[in-house]
């Protein structure tokens, strides 16, 4: 998948009033906790009836209605209940992927990309909020390398020059940092964007390291 939703107005400006960080944090994890969950009950259903031509369309569709959350973001019901229509196009757009791992190594790769993204992800939350880590001033930097990485991604479907292992761990990399930036925004209040926003991104970064993983896993299986 490999993209990323950068949420802010034309001149940069704060989308939101400050709140709490504690209440924001609870918030948005709340929020993105749930959107995974749907994904995931998305993709458990339908990865056995969904034909990767489908698959591709409801990732279509996922994307309009990210942009869709954006232009909604004032409105925090209606980008709320467009979050989780999001979450659930995702589910069925990853689900003829993770059908593929199942049939070539059986659940447990799956079960085991899930439990490290969680876990990688509590972990570098934890390191924010214990150390005061802020990285958000090269957020510029973890953005112009995304885009590099999209452009390698679509360059590397008709000439392979770059491994697919390698692709995901540049991937890892990248989404890790853009989950420490993301922790180090909710630290600081949200930096002005909703919480609906923010758990936008933070499910952008959790979707992509899972699927990172899921890929070195699946290579390391195929290698044995």
Not at 7 to 34: D, E, F, H, K, R
Not at 207 to 217: E, G
């Amino acid at each position: 998948m490999a993209y990323r939703f950068q949420p802010q107005n034309q001149y940069g400006a704060p989308l939101a009033p400050a709140m709490p960080a504690s209440s924001l944090l609870a918030q948005v994890l709340g929020i993105t906790a749930l959107g995974l969950c749907i994904t995931a009950l998305a993709a458990w259903l339908t990865q056995d009836v969904i034909a990767p031509g489908l698959g591709l369309i409801a990732m279509l569709i996922g994307l309009g209605l990210l942009f869709a959350i954006y232009s909604v973001r004032r409105n925090e019901g209606l980008s709320l209940l467009l979050f989780y229509a999001f979450a659930f196009c995702e589910g069925i757009g990853i689900a003829p992927v993770i059908g593929q791992y199942v049939r070539a190594f059986g659940p447990d790769v799956v079960v085991n990309a899930a439990l490290t993204t969680g876990l990688g992800m509590f972990a570098l939350g934890a390191i924010v909020y214990a150390t005061g880590l802020d990285l958000r001033r090269f957020q510029g930097i973890f953005t112009i390398a995304l885009l590099g990485l999209i452009v390698v991604g679509i360059v590397s479907i008709f000439v392979r020059f770059l491994h697919p292992e390698t692709y995901a761990w540049l991937t890892l990399a990248i989404f890790a940092g853009l989950v420490l930036i993301d922790f180090a925004r909710l630290r600081a209040g949200g930096d002005g964007l909703t919480p609906v926003l923010m758990a936008t991104s933070i499910y952008l970064d959790a979707i992509n390291i899972f699927l990172a993983l899921l890929q070195i896993f699946g290579g390391r299986r195929s290698s044995d």
